[in-house]
T-cell receptor
């Protein structure tokens, strides 16, 4: 059962453009939503995270938008750079704090 | 802060060998550690959760006798793949988190171990 659905699976963006990755969840027990960035051969690195009591969080070029009623959240990467090329995973943590469920991942390529 | 070190980064060994992977939290006490498995171009799948000083909790379908987990200290957890076979070849990733049980502290991941069984 895929509890966190992520789209698109792959994304190509020109340098300077905006990269947008979307996620949807089903379980209302989720209450913490992190995004991870993973480079080949490396573990995921926490990028930015949001809790459902806010609708948007911005850190530098990265913004999370959260729609609690629709059970959707998205990552926006502004002014995308070739160095942003990586696989991005959204995730959701249950309110018991013991289960982090990952989306399927999005392979982002930023062309120079 | 919140650095997690995983060792070794790559292992190649013969079928039937047992392989131990270490996961260390370098600058914080990790009361809870997690072990994941990731196949190429796929997402991370949780294998087991361990709290320091207690037995690990395994996810459905993960053989506890095959994947032995020990979390003997607040900074170290080990995963031993016993009698490894080619189908066990994968990318194994650990993560660590502060706080016991109910805690929504973020998980911090190691750089993974690429296991190849010949």
């Amino acid at each position: 059962q895929q509890q966190v659905k992520q789209s698109p699976q792959s994304l190509i963006v020109q340098k300077g453009g905006i990269s947008i990755i979307n996620c949807a969840y089903e379980n209302t027990a989720f209450d913490y939503f992190p995004w991870y960035q993973q480079f080949p051969g490396k573990g995921p690195a926490l990028l930015i995270a949001i809790r459902p009591d806010v609708s948007e969080k911005k850190e530098g070029r990265f913004t999370i938008s959260f729609n609690k009623s629709a059970k959707q959240f998205s990552l926006h990467i502004m002014d995308s750079q070739p160095g942003d090329s990586a696989t991005y995973f959204c995730a959701a943590l249950n309110n018991a704090g013991n289960m982090l469920t990952f989306g399927g991942g999005t392979r982002l390529m930023v062309k120079p | 802060g919140a650095v997690v070190s995983q060792h070794p980064s790559r292992v190649i060994c013969k079928s039937g060998t047992s392989v131990k992977i270490e996961c260390r939290s370098l600058d914080f006490q990790a009361t809870t550690m997690f072990w994941y498995r990731q196949f190429p171009k796929q997402s991370l799948m949780l294998m087991a959760t361990s709290n320091e000083g207690s037995k690990a909790t395994y996810e459905q379908g993960v053989e506890k006798d095959k994947f032995l987990i020990n979390h003997a200290s607040l900074t170290l957890s080990t995963l031993t793949v016993t009698s490894a076979h080619p189908e066990d070849s994968s990318f194994y990733i650990c993560s660590a988190r502060r706080g016991y049980g109910t805690s929504n502290q973020p998980q911090h991941f190691g750089d993974g171990t690429r296991l190849s069984i010949l």
